[in-house]
């Protein structure tokens, strides 16, 4: 009989998806420390990194399962939320550039939303929490 390598190399591949998600992940965790002021060239680089780790869990969804789906699916969250996030801060910036263009009240508008994005965030990333816990 033909010897079968498949088992082996599941496991393997799985190992290594394991290890790659759990490194992603914490590049996530690493970079989620924010602090109160939510500085938006650091969010920014949170939203990349949860890009990063959502589309490694993505690839590895069907080897690792059901544990690393929720994950990616609540990393996207966090994702979207940055991203809005990001979006005030790009028009903010715009603003301070072209204050004289300005309608009255926008520049408060847009600082309104982003703490609405904020408060978001913070939902979006206690539910990663959760996802994070039963995957690592």
């Known amino acids: 009989p033909a010897l079968s390598l498949a088992p082996v190399i599941g496991e393997t591949l799985a190992a290594l998806g ?3 998600v759990r490194k992603s992940v914490d590049r996530v965790m690493d970079r989620s420390r924010l602090g109160p002021s939510f500085p938006a060239r650091e969010a920014h680089l949170l939203r990349i990194a949860c890009r990063k780790a959502r589309y490694m869990a993505e690839f590895f969804t069907e080897i690792l399962g059901q ?3 929720r994950l990616a699916r609540r990393m996207k969250a966090v994702q979207d939320v940055l991203g809005d996030i990001h979006d005030c801060d790009i028009c903010l910036a715009h ?3 072209a204050v004289a263009l300005a309608p009255p009240g926008l520049f408060a508008e847009l600082n309104r939303r982003r703490r609405a994005h904020v408060a978001r965030f913070g939902r979006a990333w206690k539910m990663l929490e959760k996802a994070t816990d039963r995957h690592a």
């Open 18 to 20: 394991a290890k790659a």
């Open 67 to 69: 544990p690393v789906a």
């Open 95 to 97: 603003l301070r550039r």
